[in-house]
């Protein structure tokens, strides 16, 4: 912990240090509030850290050297390696009881999203976040076996698909990867720059058999059907072909409804239902079932249809996010940022939310940046209406810490933490390197610690 406390004279929490919370901590620490950022993994960054897929080192360096120039800020504590929420190291209401004024829950979308169906507790069933945080190695899933094998369905048609299906043929070299859509190409939701990664594979002859197949409805609802192969073909001007055999195909109006497995447990299929496509009242198109069913062969399925927020953490829920105050005292932009609690009928006065914790799988890095910067104005704005500041008072957070019994990430660990990685990322001869488990971390910093005599 800092021992300065910058003549602040309010003191913030911020849940989180991914792209929203250190944002929302700039700003903060901005308008002369004192922000202690509590971050559940050694490292800040978040899913920049640990989503952004592995190969894309210009963009995370870029957002690296933005977030290590963010916690420079004199009035921004980072305590890493501390988890806030109901099973965590402090809850919310003890973080009321240290004395901070005023929570900004920004702790992204950890909770993850099912379907319910039959046969999803098989092995060779995997969430998309879970391999992410694999692939991008964050502990413990880094350490966990993911068992892949070589036909792969992977359910959804979003950008995290993209990036599952680029890891799948890239890394694993799988013989197929089938993406399954519940409604038609039209509303896939991946773009033609994360299409590049994987368009190399794409079976072209499969793909326009698809689309055909898909084509008298679409026309129907007056959607193109030469739109999603143009963007294929476009994408193909500078996609690159990976060195792996993988074929990558789509199953649109297709909506699973059952994983079969064998006697051993392990997934030897995804049943799929066939849909149409309706219109609701505001125009969208829903996929609507058919009650005709098909078996994709396959063994193993990957869901990559978007996060919910943590429902351990303690707030109230409203569906896969949390209960936003419907009339907030500090709307920014129209958005409310505030949290209600329906079973007492009131908002929880000091508690806010940006980012994906405000909405969940929802937008890029420069939309969570934009929202948490949002969340600390309407935080800003609820800490001018408390009585006159008073000088702030760090002893009792400095004592719970202490008290935790466990190493707390300061800042100039996480200077230590880059060199050695950057030292050892040189040594094997690699772009990076990433230790895999928390407690490598920990003695390597220990370690060298020792080593400066500190
Ligand atoms: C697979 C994937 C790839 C992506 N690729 C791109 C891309 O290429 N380009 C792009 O612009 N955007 C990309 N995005 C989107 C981008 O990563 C998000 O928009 C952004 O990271 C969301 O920021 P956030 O701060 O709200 O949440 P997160 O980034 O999830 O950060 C949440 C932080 O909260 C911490 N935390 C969680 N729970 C607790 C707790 N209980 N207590 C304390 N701390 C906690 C976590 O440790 C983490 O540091 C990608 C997203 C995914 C899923
Ligand atoms: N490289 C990048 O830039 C990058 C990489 C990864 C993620 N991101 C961003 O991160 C955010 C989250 O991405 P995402 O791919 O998780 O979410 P997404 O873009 O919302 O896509 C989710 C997919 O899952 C499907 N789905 C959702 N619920 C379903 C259900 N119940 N049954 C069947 N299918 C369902 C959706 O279909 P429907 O459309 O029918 O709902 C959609 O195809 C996005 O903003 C994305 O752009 C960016």
């Given at each position: 912990?800092?021992?300065?406390?910058?003549?602040?004279?309010?003191?913030?929490?911020?849940?989180?240090?991914?792209?929203?919370?250190?944002?929302?901590?700039?700003?903060?620490?901005?308008?002369?509030?004192?922000?202690?950022?509590?971050?559940?993994?050694?490292?800040?960054?978040?899913?920049?850290e640990y989503g952004i897929y592995p190969d894309?080192?210009?963009?995370?360096?870029?957002?690296?050297?933005?977030?290590?120039?963010?916690?420079?800020?004199?009035?921004?504590?980072?305590?890493?390696?501390?988890?806030?929420?109901?099973?965590?190291?402090?809850?919310?209401?003890?973080?009321?009881?240290?004395?901070?004024?005023?929570?900004?829950?920004?702790?992204?979308?950890?909770?993850?999203?099912?379907?319910?169906?039959?046969?999803?507790?098989?092995?060779?069933?995997?969430?998309?976040?879970?391999?992410?945080?694999?692939?991008?190695?964050?502990?413990?899933?880094?350490?966990?076996?993911?068992?892949?094998?070589?036909?792969?369905?992977?359910?959804?048609?979003?950008?995290?698909?993209?990036?599952?299906?680029?890891?799948?043929?890239?890394?694993?070299?799988?013989?197929?990867?089938?993406?399954?859509?519940?409604?038609?190409?039209?509303?896939?939701?991946?773009?033609?720059?994360?299409?590049?990664?994987?368009?190399?594979?794409?079976?072209?002859?499969?793909?326009?058999?698809?689309?055909?197949?898909?084509?008298?409805?679409?026309r129907s609802l007056g959607q193109d059907p030469?739109?999603?192969?143009?963007?294929?073909?476009?994408?193909?001007?500078?996609?690159?072909?990976?060195?792996?055999?993988?074929?990558?195909?789509?199953?649109?109006?297709?909506?699973?409804?059952?994983?079969?497995?064998?006697?051993?447990?392990?997934?030897?299929?995804?049943?799929?239902?066939?849909?149409?496509?309706?219109?609701?009242?505001?125009?969208?198109?829903?996929?609507?079932?058919?009650?005709?069913?098909?078996?994709?062969?396959?063994?193993?399925?990957?869901?990559?249809?978007?996060?919910?927020?943590?429902?351990?953490?303690?707030?109230?829920?409203?569906?896969?996010?949390?209960?936003?105050?419907?009339?907030?005292?500090?709307?920014?932009?129209?958005?409310?940022?505030?949290?209600?609690?329906?079973?007492?009928?009131?908002r929880m006065e000091t508690i806010f939310l940006?980012?994906?914790?405000?909405?969940?799988?929802?937008?890029?890095?420069?939309?969570?940046?934009?929202?948490?910067?949002?969340?600390?104005?309407?935080?800003?704005?609820?800490?001018?209406?408390?009585?006159?500041?008073?000088?702030?008072?760090?002893?009792?957070?400095?004592?719970?810490?202490?008290?935790?019994?466990?190493?707390?990430?300061?800042?100039?660990?996480?200077?230590?933490?880059?060199?050695?990685?950057?030292?050892?990322?040189?040594?094997?001869?690699?772009?990076?390197?990433?230790?895999?488990?928390?407690?490598?971390?920990?003695?390597?910093?220990?370690?060298?610690?020792?080593?400066?005599?500190?």
């Open positions: 912990m800092a021992v300065d406390d910058h003549q602040a004279t309010r003191l913030v929490a911020v849940v989180g240090a991914g792209p929203a919370g250190l944002f929302a901590a700039r700003e903060l620490a901005n308008e002369g509030v004192y922000v202690v950022l509590f971050n559940r993994d050694i490292k800040p960054g978040g899913l920049a894309k080192h210009k963009m995370k360096e870029g957002l690296r050297a933005q977030f290590r120039q963010i916690l420079d800020h004199p009035r921004i504590d980072y305590c890493g390696n501390v988890t806030i929420g109901q099973n965590g190291d402090f809850t919310l209401d003890e973080l009321c009881q240290m004395g901070f004024q005023a929570v900004l829950v920004t702790a992204g979308a950890q909770g993850t999203k099912w379907l319910g169906l039959p046969g999803e507790d098989l092995s060779g069933v995997y969430h998309a976040k879970d391999l992410v945080y694999h692939y991008n190695r964050l502990p413990p899933f880094s350490e966990q076996e993911f068992a892949i094998g070589r036909l792969v369905a992977v359910v959804g048609v979003g950008n995290v698909m993209m990036d599952i299906t680029h890891f799948l043929i890239d890394r694993k070299k799988v013989d197929e990867v089938i993406a399954v859509a519940r409604r038609g190409p039209a509303e896939a939701k991946y773009d033609r720059k994360e299409l590049e990664t994987v368009a190399a594979h794409i079976d072209l002859a499969a793909l326009q058999a698809e689309i055909d197949r898909c084509a008298p409805l679409m030469a739109q999603p192969v143009a963007l294929v073909q476009s994408a193909l001007q500078k996609a690159e072909r990976l060195n792996s055999p993988s074929r990558f195909t789509m199953q649109f109006l297709s909506s699973p409804t059952r994983i079969l497995g064998d006697e051993h447990g392990k997934v030897v299929g995804l049943e799929v239902e066939d849909n149409t496509l309706v219109l609701n009242q505001n125009g969208e198109t829903k996929a609507r079932g058919l009650g005709t069913h098909r078996i994709l062969d396959v063994d193993t399925v990957i869901f990559a249809i978007g996060d919910r927020v943590d429902e351990a953490f303690g707030l109230p829920l409203k569906g896969n996010e949390f209960y936003k105050d419907p009339e907030p005292r500090f709307p920014i932009e129209g958005n409310s940022y505030e949290v209600y609690d329906p079973k007492v009928g009131c940006a980012g994906w914790s405000r909405q969940a799988s929802t937008g890029l890095v420069g939309i969570a940046r934009k929202d948490g910067t949002n969340g600390a104005h309407a935080v800003h704005n609820y800490l001018q209406t408390l009585p006159a500041p008073e000088k702030i008072d760090l002893t009792p957070l400095r004592w719970r810490l202490e008290k935790l019994g466990k190493p707390v990430i300061k800042r100039s660990d996480l200077i230590r933490l880059e060199e050695i990685e950057q030292k050892r990322a040189k040594e094997v001869g690699l772009v990076e390197f990433k230790f895999a488990s928390n407690k490598e971390m920990l003695e390597a910093i220990q370690a060298d610690l020792e080593k400066a005599g500190d």
